[in-house]
C-alpha cells in the first residue's frame, strides 16, 4: 500500500509520526523489562552462524565496517523481518519518536507534497520560521543550503532541512509568476505543532481535519470545537471529521478523541500474547455535540489510529463515512526502551473496531464511496475568493449534504 505522500516538516523533519514508523502505526510506550528471564536461549548453531557471517563479513566485505555497526544492522534486519512496522531505533531515531509524539520539533514549520512539479509547501504552520521568512503554499522548493533538490526524494530534503533550533537554513523556491527564484534564509526553532485545524463550512456546521495523533490532539479537538461554536453562536448541528491521509499515531489519543463523540459502547479492543497486549477501550458517558450528526471523511492514505476513531464511530452508529476504503493497518506496536538510548518498537497486539473486525490489510469500507481519481484535500481558509471549502472540496461537498438530510 502506498504511504501517505504530505509531509508535515520541521527541521524539516517530518512532523507527527511520517518518519521514524509512526506513519500507518498504532504507538504505545512502556518500560522495558530487561529481566534476563525473558531473554530466548540462543541455539549454539545459531551462535555459531551468526559469529561465522560477522567474521567474514568484517574480514572480507569489500568495505570496512566497524564491528557495531555490523550488530546494529543485524539487530535491525531481525526485527524488521518480524513484520513492516516493527523497528530497531538508534538513539537519534527513539530522541526523534519521542518529539514527534509530543506535538513540538526544532524546525522551520512546513508541510510539503510531492507532486509533479517537485516538492511543494503544502502549508507553513502558523506562527512558524517559514511562516514569518514568507514561505507560501505552492512554493516548489528547488535548492536547500545550494545543493538541488530532487523531486522524489521528499526523505532526502527532509534530512537537508533538519537541525537544531538557532541555526539557519537556505532554502531556494520556484513560485508561481514569478521569472526568477527567491532565495530564504530561515532560522530554525522550537515549533509547536497542532495536528487539528477547524472552520465553519456554513453557520453551525463544523468542520475539523486531523492531520495525526499525538500527546496534544484530543485536547486539540475539544479547543476547535470550542472555537466552532463561540464562531458559531450557537452549539453545532453538525460536524465533518476530515482524516485523509492522517497516517495515524498515538491509540490513546484516538481513543480520547472517540469517546468525545460517544455515550456508550465499546472504541476498540486488542488480542495479544502479554497481558498489556490484551485491552478493551470503552466510551463514558459524555458526548461533546449531544447527538448531533457525524460525517467522517476518508481515504486509502487513513491508516491505524485514523481507523480506530473512524471505525468506532462508525460502528456505534455515530457517524457515516464518506471517501475511499482506508488504509488497512490493524496492529499496535508498543515502544520499549533499551540500553543506551536505543529502543525497540514491537509489534504486540491486534486490534478489533467495536463490531469484531480486523481491518489488516482489509481496511475501513464507508457508508458512500467515492469513485475517481484521489485528489489533495483542499486546504483551509485558503485566499479570499468566494468560492467555500465545500466548492473548493467535493468530498466536504458530499458531506454537507449528508448532514443536511440528516438533519
Do not use: C
Not at 144 to 156: N, S
Amino acid at each position: 500500500m502506498n504511504a501517505p505522500r504530505v509531509w508535515p516538516v520541521l527541521a524539516a523533519g517530518v512532523a507527527v509520526g511520517l518518519a521514524l514508523g509512526l506513519a500507518a502505526s498504532n504507538v504505545l510506550h512502556r518500560r522495558a523489562d530487561a529481566s534476563a528471564s525473558l531473554l530466548p536461549a540462543l541455539p549454539t548453531a545459531g551462535s555459531r552462524l551468526l559469529a561465522e557471517v560477522m567474521q567474514r563479513v568484517g574480514a572480507e566485505y569489500v568495505d570496512d565496517v566497524p564491528a557495531d555497526k555490523l550488530l546494529d544492522n543485524a539487530v535491525r534486519g531481525l526485527v524488521g523481518a518480524l513484520d513492516s512496522h516493527s523497528q530497531f531505533l538508534d538513539a537519534d531515531e527513539y530522541r526523534e519518536l519521542r518529539e514527534e509524539t509530543a506535538g513540538s520539533y526544532p524546525g522551520i514549520g512546513i508541510e510539503v507534497v510531492a507532486t509533479p512539479r517537485g516538492i511543494e509547501v503544502r502549508q507553513p504552520i502558523e506562527g512558524s520560521p517559514a511562516a514569518a521568512a514568507g514561505l507560501r503554499m505552492g512554493d516548489v522548493i528547488v535548492a536547500i543550503d545550494g545543493q538541488d533538490v530532487k523531486a522524489d526524494a521528499v526523505e532526502k530534503a527532509i534530512a537537508d532541512l533538519r537541525g537544531p533550533a538557532g541555526s539557519t537554513v537556505h532554502i531556494t523556491i520556484r513560485r508561481e509568476g514569478l521569472a526568477a527564484p527567491l532565495d530564504f534564509e530561515i532560522r530554525r526553532a522550537q515549533v509547536a505543532v497542532h495536528s487539528v485545524t477547524q472552520q465553519l463550512l456554513e453557520p453551525g456546521i463544523g468542520f475539523l481535519r486531523l492531520s495525526a495523533f499525538n500527546d496534544t490532539t484530543a485536547g486539540d479537538v475539544g479547543d476547535a470545537l470550542a472555537d466552532l461554536v463561540r464562531q458559531s453562536g450557537r452549539p453545532l448541528a453538525g460536524l465533518v471529521i476530515d482524516l485523509r491521509n492522517n497516517p495515524g499515531g498515538l491509540l490513546d489519543s484516538a481513543v480520547e478523541i472517540a469517546d468525545d463523540f460517544l455515550e456508550r459502547g465499546n472504541i476498540v479492543s486488542g488480542d495479544g500474547r502479554t497481558g498489556d497486549a490484551r485491552f478493551r477501550r470503552d466510551a463514558q458517558a459524555g458526548d461533546l455535540l449531544a447527538g448531533a450528526p457525524i460525517v467522517v471523511i476518508v481515504n486509502g492514505n487513513s491508516a491505524s489510529a485514523a481507523e480506530i476513531l473512524a471505525g468506532a464511530l462508525k460502528d456505534n452508529h455515530r457517524a457515516q463515512l464518506v471517501g475511499r476504503r482506508s488504509y488497512g493497518k490493524g496492529s499496535v506496536q508498543t515502544v520499549m526502551p533499551l540500553s543506551e538510548g536505543r529502543a525497540l518498537k514491537l509489534t504486540t497486539s491486534r486490534y478489533f473496531t467495536p463490531s469484531g473486525a480486523s481491518i489488516n490489510e482489509v481496511g475501513i469500507q464507508p457508508d458512500v464511496v467515492l469513485e475517481g481519481e484521489e485528489s489533495l484535500p483542499a486546504p483551509l481558509d485558503a485566499g479570499t475568493g468566494p468560492r467555500t471549502l465545500a466548492q473548493r472540496d467535493a468530498p466536504v461537498q458530499i458531506a454537507l449534504e449528508l448532514l443536511h438530510k440528516g438533519s
